[in-house]
């Protein structure tokens, strides 16, 4: 079975070096046969890594221990829903996965990519092949997930904190969002390449971009989710180096996103689109890197393995290929149409842009600090929390009130006149709620009252968007509210999704600024009977209860939380003791409140054997909203990416000269 | 096309000229990023560090107390030096292990900033990516 495992990978190999290779030849020469078997190759690889990982899946299935990585990885008492997922527990694993989601990539978006025309298509197959070939050569020659042993009795099992239904779903998200980000970057190659600097290859790739950068996103809320209900420290992100590995290439890819809708416009922005994607693809890389070389100190630990180097190389290869390239290409990406005014929708874009990228570059200058610093005074340093948070709020708030500016400002230019009407509710709305704040006493935070007050300026300029195109609508069709209202929506996807996009990331500020900047902690040792009290809560605990599990023994503290006189329930942080790995996992309790949407978070501190309790708990109000954020952000992200049979007749018109089979 | 006077430019000149000077500010007000630092390198360094190194012997007192009392010693190498800590303790948390913990040498002792103790997981594990 192996075998066959390491004959689909060398198979792969070789058709993604003959993607490369021959697809280089035919474009540079013109031959359309050899481009039509360089694709033919790209199909081809994907179906022998198709295989490969069949064999993977159907050795985990199996318990079959002879394979290393299964035996590394998986256990048999393991579920068998976490055997499979413990396909991408490991690192080979997870190279394979990365694999196969960029052959499936690669080949999806080839065939329906047609619109960008034949003689960019013709170069995107070999760049789609280098990528491709890398990853493939790392499975084949340096990290092999076939390789053999004689097969043991049992094997090494999965960490506890793996064994977790986030573990399915986290990984694989985030997968599709880092390689997804080579579609783009592959196109923006194939157009500089084939010297077609139009806005082709971003039309053509739009749908793509969009779906790798919405994975990525659902992917760190799920991560952050994970993080709040099973670490157990009661928060969801830390700036760890692994964290802000999958937010850096988010962030260049959001600004992407923006600044191709400019270029689309206006014919502007041709280097700094392609800039972006190679910034946003380089960080993916980059992203990887990190977590696989074992290069930066992390909570998360992984096997120092010697992939490393390859990665750094591979790194310097496409940052500095690609920026040769677009050197080369600098003459043809000069635009012809000027920014007109520092007030109009593209001047806000182009605001956005900066503040997003300048966010990632000072988040990315925290990562690789411990490096430089080790490299230049031979001591490493780290940055820390306040580092991340000052940069955050310096960048992130005014993000935030762009956000509500921008969809508002008019094209081209914008009168100041017309912006007073404009924004004259978003502002009255704005100023009463940063009234009411302060008189709430939100005062305790200066930063929460900026941030909520800017929160309710674009929540009130999103819904006048809604409202003044609704009723548009509904004066020119002359039908009902929902009938106006749908059509808009419908008329107009990418507009619209984009509205309750960053309506997600409003309910995302004020969720995480509620749980940061409003947060209420209380430390305690209790012993039996003894209570403490939390923001208001009484919490009363009542002695502790063991329950034996078939592989842990499950400690739990009984909280009895009252509110004023009102009894809420019994809440049961403790801990797990597992035997096997001879491990402690913290299981805490929460208390969510649907009608506040803030959580009661209780941590079981140290469990004393005295029979008193060390209680920790958090009052972390309107902390849910974060949880709803992604809801709505999975929601407009759909809007934005369902099919648009409007917008494909518009699209075929307009480049109707490109449709051409190759 | 006339170069000069191109507002996008000006932007982004600005912007950069902006961004380097928050940059500064912060750095200035901020200071330095926290050293991290090996129990044999600890010898001198009057300030805030974070102390990597692996627990040796067997971690006594009370978290919640008077403070947990271990030893921390160089991952590769003999040098060790006791440490006081106060708060949460991570689940991980044992003899063996590796942690990062900040805090300042105080008379010969690692008092440690209470809370900051983090545990690194066993290299067998490769948790989320």
């Known amino acids: ?662 | 096309m006339a170069r000069r006077g191109n507002p996008a430019r000006l932007v982004v000149a600005l912007s950069v000229a902006a961004v380097l000077a928050v940059f500064l500010v912060y750095t200035s007000i901020a200071g330095n990023a926290t050293p991290t630092l090996r129990p044999s390198q600890l010898a001198g360094h009057a300030g805030q560090v974070s102390l990597m190194g692996q627990v040796i012997g067997t971690p006594a007192g009370d978290a919640h107390a008077a403070g947990l009392r271990f030893k921390l010693r160089d991952v590769k190498g003999p040098t060790a030096v006791p440490v006081v800590y106060k708060g949460s303790v991570p689940d991980l948390f044992r003899s063996g292990r590796d942690v990062v913990v900040d805090g300042k040498l105080q008379g010969g002792v690692f008092v440690a900033v209470p809370n900051t103790l983090v545990t690194k997981c066993p290299s067998k594990y490769q948790p989320k990516r």
Request: charged share 15%; proline share 3%.
């Open chain 1, 1 to 662: 079975m192996a075998d066959l495992g390491r004959a689909a990978l060398v198979t792969s190999l070789l058709l993604l070096v003959y993607a490369l290779v021959a697809g280089s030849l035919a474009a540079w020469k013109g031959r359309r046969r050899l481009a039509e078997s360089a694709q033919n190759a790209l199909l081809g690889s994907f179906a022998a890594t198709v295989v490969a990982s069949a064999v993977l899946l159907a050795a985990l299935a199996r318990h079959d221990f002879s394979f290393q990585y299964v035996a590394d990885h998986t256990s048999r008492e393991l579920p068998l829903g976490y055997t499979l997922t413990a396909f991408w527990g490991g690192q080979e694993g997870s190279l394979l996965l990365w694999l196969l989601v960029l052959s499936g990539y690669s080949v999806a978006a080839v065939l329906t990519a047609r619109r960008v025309g034949r003689e960019v298509l013709v170069w995107v197959v070999p760049t789609l092949g280098l990528v491709g070939t890398f990853f493939a050569f790392l499975l084949v020659f340096v990290a092999s997930p076939f390789a053999t042993q004689a097969a043991v009795a049992d094997g090494a099992g999965l960490n506890p904190s793996l064994q977790n239904p986030y573990m399915a779903i986290h990984p694989p998200m985030l997968y599709l969002g880092y390689v997804g980000l080579t579609v783009p970057f592959a196109f923006a190659m194939g157009a500089l390449l084939a010297r077609r600097t139009d806005e082709r290859w971003i039309v053509a790739t739009r749908r793509w971009t969009l779906a790798a950068w919405a994975f990525l996103g659902i992917g760190q809320l799920l991560g952050a989710h994970w993080a709040y209900v099973e670490i157990g420290w009661g928060g969801f992100y830390a700036w760890d180096p692994v964290e802000n590995a999958a937010l850096m290439p988010w962030l260049a890819a959001t600004a992407f996103l923006h600044s191709v809708m400019i270029q689309e416009k206006r014919g502007m922005l041709k280097v700094w689109n392609v800039l972006l994607i190679v910034l946003a693809f380089g960080l993916s890389l980059f992203g990887t890197f990190l977590t696989r070389s074992g290069i930066i100190q992390s909570i998360h630990s992984f096997t120092q393995s010697s992939i490393g180097p390859w990665f750094l190389g591979f790194i310097c290869l496409i940052v500095v290929g690609s920026l040769a390239l677009v050197f080369a290409r600098l003459p043809l990406l000069r635009t012809k149409t000027r920014l007109e005014s520092l007030v109009s929708r593209e001047a806000t874009f182009l605001y956005n842009n900066l503040l997003l990228v300048a966010l990632a570059l000072t988040i990315l200058w925290g990562v690789v600090y411990p490096i430089l610093s080790q490299a230049v005074t031979g001591q490493a340093a780290t940055v820390s929390k306040p580092y991340y948070n000052f940069f955050l709020h310096t960048f992130g708030l005014p993000l935030l009130l762009l956000m509500g500016i921008g969809p508002l400002v008019a094209w081209r230019r914008a009168s100041l006149r017309a912006l007073g009407r404009t924004f004259l509710w978003p502002l009255a709305a704005a100023l009463v709620a940063g009234i009411a704040l302060l008189a709430a006493g939100a005062g305790s935070s200066r930063i929460g009252v900026i941030a909520y007050t800017f929160s309710v300026f674009v929540l009130a300029s999103i819904a006048l968007e809604f409202a003044r195109g609704t009723a548009a609508r509904k004066a020119l069709g002359g039908v009902g509210w929902p009938a106006a209202f749908s059509s808009l929506i419908a008329r107009n996807r990418r507009r619209y999704g984009g509205y309750v996009v960053h309506a997600s990331v409003v309910l995302l500020a004020i969720g995480v600024t509620g749980a940061s900047a409003y947060q209420t902690v209380r430390e305690a040792r209790l012993k039996p009977g003894q209570s403490m009290t939390v923001a208001g809560d009484r919490l009363v605990f009542r002695g502790f209860q063991t329950r034996m599990e078939s592989n842990h023994r499950a400690i739990r503290g009984l909280v009895d939380v009252y509110r004023g006189d009102k009894y809420l329930g019994r809440y049961t942080p403790g801990k797990n003791q597992y035997f096997a790995e001879d491990q402690v996992s913290n299981e805490v309790a929460i208390r969510h409140d649907l009608l506040t949407g803030g959580d009661l978070f209780l941590i079981a501190d140290q469990v004393n054997s005295n029979g008193s309790i060390d209680l920790k708990a958090l009052q972390k109000p309107l902390v849910n909203l974060l949880w709803l954020a992604g809801l709505v952000f999975v929601g407009g992200s759909l809007i934005a990416l369902w099919p648009d049979a409007r917008e494909e007749r518009r699209l075929a018109e307009r480049y109707a000269d490109a449709v051409v089979r190759i």
